[in-house]
C-alpha cells in the first residue's frame, strides 16, 4: 500500500524568507503526486500536480516541486514567502494499484507554514 | 462558476444518531469523492461516485454509505454515529470519469461534531 509522510508537522519562516516542505511516498508503482494548501475554515485547493514529463513542476502562488524519484520525494518550495501563504499544506499521491483507476488520493499528515512579519 | 458546495456548513449529534451530509459538484463534473479529515490529519478517503455507481471504497465501516443522484450530486449517510465520527467532512468532484490523472476540486466540508 502507498503512504505519504511529510517530514515536518509545522514550519515557521519570516516574510520574504524561502520555504521548503518536505513530502516523501512509498509506493511500488508509478504514482502521481499533488500538493493542495488548505486555510483555515476552507476546504483544499489544488497547488500544483506531477503527472508526468518534467520533474520540476510549477503551480499556482509561485510555488513549485520537484519530483525525486530515486529519492521518492516530491519537495514544496517557494523562494519568497509572504503573510498570505499562512496554511496548512498537505502532500498526496494517487496511485494505480490492483487495477482500479479511480483517483483515489492519500493524504500526507500536514505541514502548517506560518509566516511571520 | 460557483465551486463544489456542501450542506450543512456545520453540524452537532449525539452518539447512536444518523446523519446525511450534502454535496453538489461543480457544473459539468460527473465524479464526486468523499474524504473524512479528523483533527490534525490528513484527509482520509471514503467513497468514489461516477454515474451514480460506487467507483471505490475506503476502509470505512459498514455504517458509511453514500449515493450519487441523476444530477451528480451526492450524500454521504453515516448511522449509529461514534464519538470518532466527529471530522471535517470534504467532498471532491473531478470532471472526468475519476480516474488517477484527474484534479479533484474540493469543497469548504462540513464540520460533524458528535457528542
Known amino acids: 500500500a502507498q503512504s505519504v509522510t511529510q517530514l515536518d508537522s509545522q514550519v515557521p519562516v519570516f516574510e520574504e524568507a524561502p520555504v521548503e516542505l518536505r513530502c516523501n511516498y512509498s509506493?511500488?508503482?508509478?504514482?502521481?503526486l499533488f500538493w493542495y494548501v488548505q486555510y483555515p475554515n476552507q476546504g483544499l485547493q489544488l497547488l500544483l500536480k506531477?503527472?508526468?514529463?518534467?520533474?520540476l513542476v510549477k503551480g499556482i502562488n509561485g510555488f513549485e516541486a520537484e519530483f525525486n524519484k530515486s529519492q521518492t520525494s516530491f519537495h514544496l518550495r517557494k523562494p519568497s514567502v509572504h503573510i498570505s501563504d499562512t496554511a496548512e499544506y498537505f502532500c498526496?499521491?494517487?496511485?494505480?494499484?490492483?487495477?482500479?483507476?479511480?483517483?483515489?488520493?492519500?493524504f500526507g499528515q500536514g505541514t502548517i507554514l506560518t509566516v511571520h512579519p | 462558476d460557483a465551486g463544489v458546495t456542501q450542506s450543512p456548513t456545520h453540524l452537532i449529534k449525539t452518539r447512536g444518531q444518523h446523519v446525511t451530509l450534502r454535496c453538489s459538484p461543480i457544473s459539468g463534473h460527473k465524479s464526486v469523492s468523499w474524504y473524512q479529515q479528523v483533527l490534525g490529519q490528513g484527509p482520509q478517503f471514503i467513497f468514489q461516485y461516477y454515474e451514480k455507481e460506487e467507483r471505490g471504497r475506503g476502509n470505512f465501516p459498514d455504517r458509511f454509505s453514500a449515493r450519487q443522484f441523476p444530477n451528480y450530486s451526492s450524500e454521504l449517510n453515516v448511522n449509529a454515529l461514534l464519538l470518532g465520527d466527529s471530522a471535517l467532512y470534504l467532498c471532491a468532484s473531478s470532471s472526468g470519469q475519476g480516474t488517477l490523472q484527474e484534479t479533484q476540486y474540493f469543497g469548504p466540508g462540513t464540520r460533524l461534531l458528535v457528542l
Open positions: 509506493s511500488s508503482v508509478s504514482v502521481y
Open positions: 498526496a499521491v494517487s496511485v494505480n494499484a490492483g487495477g482500479t483507476s479511480y483517483g483515489k488520493l492519500t
Open positions: 506531477y503527472l508526468s514529463g518534467s520533474t
